[in-house]
């Protein structure tokens, strides 16, 4: 089975500065999906980055970036300029047929 | 455009009373439903998941239930709740892995 591994409960940052979320997974798949998912306070769970397994490029929305190293399994997000307004869990997680397999979560708050 | 309608966004209910939570999608067809449930600060657990009418897959064995009467609704049920069964529940629906899901608000359940 898939595992999804997020080793850092919580992180924080300084508004406007870079953070770093690292993800880690487990799979013998070769076509597979990777995405983010924040969860705000309000505990709607919005999308927030995609990356596609055979892609090399890795996926950028705004100040999202991923750093996707297919040997390694990571798949880490990057959030530039860090806003009040990320403060959030979040959720990283892999796809592949019906499902997707979550990671536990890393808190992200962001000081003002 | 694609909607998810999920319900009510909260809920108390007395150890032992009946459950129904209604989770219905606009502007798709077949889409694949999921289940999810969150503890506070935690990460989700797969509940149930349908990808046709009718058809249940359990991942959990468990207090509850849940049920496809029509393509684009999807119910979770209980008999009986248990103090145990409450937590933040969430309905998802995805048109094809390589998206992702796309959730409802939530349920907020709390069983006294």
């Known amino acids: 089975a898939q595992t999804v591994t997020q080793s850092q409960p919580e992180m924080s940052v300084q508004e406007a500065e870079t953070v770093t979320l690292s993800c880690t997974y487990d799979?013998?798949?070769?076509?597979?999906?990777l995405f983010w998912y924040k969860q705000p306070p309000s505990r709607q769970m919005i999308l927030v980055i995609r990356?596609?397994?055979?892609?090399?490029q890795n996926a950028t929305e705004n100040r999202f970036s991923v750093n996707f190293q297919k040997a390694a399994k990571s798949f880490s997000l990057k959030i530039s300029d860090s806003q009040l307004g990320d403060a959030a869990m979040y959720f990283c997680?892999?796809?592949?047929?019906?499902?997707?397999?979550f990671g536990g979560g890393t808190r992200l708050m962001v000081k003002p | 455009s694609q909607t998810i309608h999920q319900w009510p966004a909260t809920l108390v209910q007395p150890v032992g009373s009946p459950l129904s939570l209604e989770c219905t999608v606009e502007?798709?067809?077949?889409?694949?439903l999921y289940w999810y449930r969150q503890a506070a600060g935690r990460g989700l657990q797969l509940l149930f998941y349908?990808?046709?009418?009718?058809?249940i897959s359990s991942e959990v064995p468990q207090n509850l239930s849940a049920s496809r009467p029509q393509d684009r609704q999807f119910i979770l049920s209980s008999k009986k709740l248990l103090l145990s069964d409450s937590g933040f529940y969430l309905c998802?629906?995805?048109?094809?892995?390589?998206?992702?899901?796309?959730f409802g608000s939530g349920t907020r359940l709390t069983v006294v």
């Open positions: 502007g798709t067809s077949n889409p694949n």
């Open positions: 997680a892999y796809g592949a047929g019906n499902m997707l397999t």
């Open positions: 990356q596609e397994a055979y892609k090399q």
């Open positions: 799979t013998s798949e070769s076509d597979y999906y």
């Open positions: 998802a629906w995805s048109g094809g892995i390589g998206y992702g899901y796309t």
């Open positions: 349908s990808v046709g009418i009718g058809q």
